[in-house]
């Protein structure tokens, strides 16, 4: 545990900043008047800010002969970074940020545990053990109760469920 503990910070930092990602490429989209728009101005973005920094690291230029030689799953990485950006543009601000995020965790824990199991994509098997199964099953639990705590605090503001004396604390103003 100690090992990767370092690996798990940065690890929940870079999910930190997720829920910023979305939010801000939801009002991008809003203000070009379509999600799409804000997909390709924020990988736009991205090829913006990684090209000075592989320069600063005098990247060699790779051997796209050896990709082409790879699987061809090597190419669904671009392909799943635009569902995502397009989703969290359309979804996060439906859903919240919380929502479209346990949302989002739920459908990886899910993929990922398909993936250790059958060793896919060049990763170590790792089986699906009754504790895997309880942590995604957890994290489900989460979604649920997420979406419920969602769902309920609305209808609480309908509903004016505040104590009786904030009520008449209102009226006298």
Do not use: C
């Amino acid at each position: 545990m100690a090992s990767t503990f370092p690996f798990l910070m940065a690890a929940l930092l870079a999910g930190a900043a997720v829920p910023f990602q979305a939010a801000a490429n939801a009002m991008l989209g809003r203000l070009l008047g379509h999600p799409l728009w804000a997909t390709f101005v924020s990988l736009g973005v991205s090829v913006v800010l990684i090209v000075p920094v592989m320069a600063g690291f005098k990247l060699p230029v790779p051997a796209v002969g050896m990709a082409i030689k790879g699987p061809w799953w090597i190419w669904v990485g671009g392909a799943a970074g635009v569902v995502y950006i397009t989703a969290a543009l359309l979804l996060a601000p439906k859903l919240g940020a919380a929502s479209f995020i346990v949302a989002v965790i739920a459908g990886q824990m899910v993929a990922s545990l398909v993936i250790d199991h059958f060793a896919l994509m060049g990763f170590a098997h790792r089986p699906v053990t009754v504790a895997r199964f309880a942590g995604l099953a957890l994290i489900i639990g989460g979604l649920v109760v997420t979406q419920w705590a969602s769902t309920i605090a609305p209808r609480a503001n309908q509903l004016d469920l505040r104590p009786t004396e904030n009520k008449e604390m209102k009226n006298e103003t």
